[in-house]
């Protein structure tokens, strides 16, 4: 079976191929060609392009000088790139204190976690660093299987939630469950995500929808009934928020299970 990836590319394209050869600054070309030697470049992530040597706001300058606007908004480039009240608090923290281990506590620490405590809905108030959104993932599987002594998962098909190991164990999307990977953690079960359009429950409207995803939900936690976590993070394949009432719909995880 031929595996089609639902996101990224691998530069691959002729209009790419030909746009490289008419880049000529050699000191971009260079830069590239070390990069290319020196990375291990990931197979939905196009290999560098060009050279960047500034950036601010919504623009990045490369090293020939051309400016281009970033579409991307990926992460903290929300804010725009270099934002000067970031700087300054960065500026401000490294004067002060580059780093505190967690042998030891300090008030920027404790106010984040705070504030995240804060925010968290219901009786969850306590915070756990980690390096990244997998990671995170990762953690909470540990810790759903600490807190029910279960290790089944239920999460939707084409939902992405990492590419560590059990994360895209419990995410659903083709390219990081492919036979590259091996046997992925067991007990990861799926079912398919709401859409408003190509309905795998076969409906014609996001209502309809909603509710033949809540039912499978539904049968599927009542059905093995011993699961350690419902995963309900949104799925990147169907970026839309769910109908009235979903949440509602989908019945009680059983008793002790946790949703990540």
């Not at 490369?62 to 992460?75: I, K, P």
């Not at 306590?126 to 029910?148: H, N, P, Q, W």
């Not at 995410?171 to 007990?187: H, K, Q, V, W």
Request: with cysteine; aromatic share 8%; glycine share 10%.
């Amino acid at each position: 079976m031929t595996l089609v990836h639902t996101e990224g590319e691998s530069n691959k394209a002729a209009a790419r191929q030909e746009w490289s050869a008419r880049q000529s600054h050699a000191p971009s070309q260079e830069l590239l060609r070390r990069d290319a030697v020196a990375f291990l470049h990931q197979s939905l992530s196009s290999p560098c392009v060009s050279a960047i040597a500034k950036a601010e706001g919504i623009w990045i300058e490369d090293t020939a000088g051309r400016r281009y606007m970033d579409f991307h908004g990926n992460s903290a480039h929300h804010i725009g790139y270099g934002h000067p009240r970031l700087k300054e608090a960065i500026r401000q923290q490294m004067d002060a204190l580059p780093f505190a281990p967690r042998r030891f506590t300090c008030e920027p620490a404790v106010e984040l976690a705070e504030t995240l405590g804060a925010l968290a809905p219901g009786d969850l108030g306590k915070v756990l660093f980690t390096t990244g959104g997998s990671d995170a993932i990762e953690v909470a599987l540990k810790l759903a299987r600490a807190a029910t002594g279960r290790f089944k998962t239920l999460s939707f098909w084409d939902a992405f939630h990492g590419a560590g190991f059990g994360a895209a164990s419990v995410g659903g999307e083709a390219t990081f469950r492919s036979g590259i990977a091996g046997p992925l953690l067991p007990g990861t079960e799926h079912v398919a995500p709401w859409a408003p359009h190509n309905c795998p429950y076969g409906t014609n409207s996001l209502e309809d929808s909603a509710r033949a995803c809540a039912s499978m939900i539904s049968y599927v936690l009542g059905r093995e009934g011993d699961f350690a976590a419902f995963i309900a993070e949104p799925m990147r394949a169907t970026p839309l928020v769910p109908a009235p009432g979903f949440g509602r719909r989908c019945a009680r995880p059983a008793t002790g299970t946790a949703r990540c």
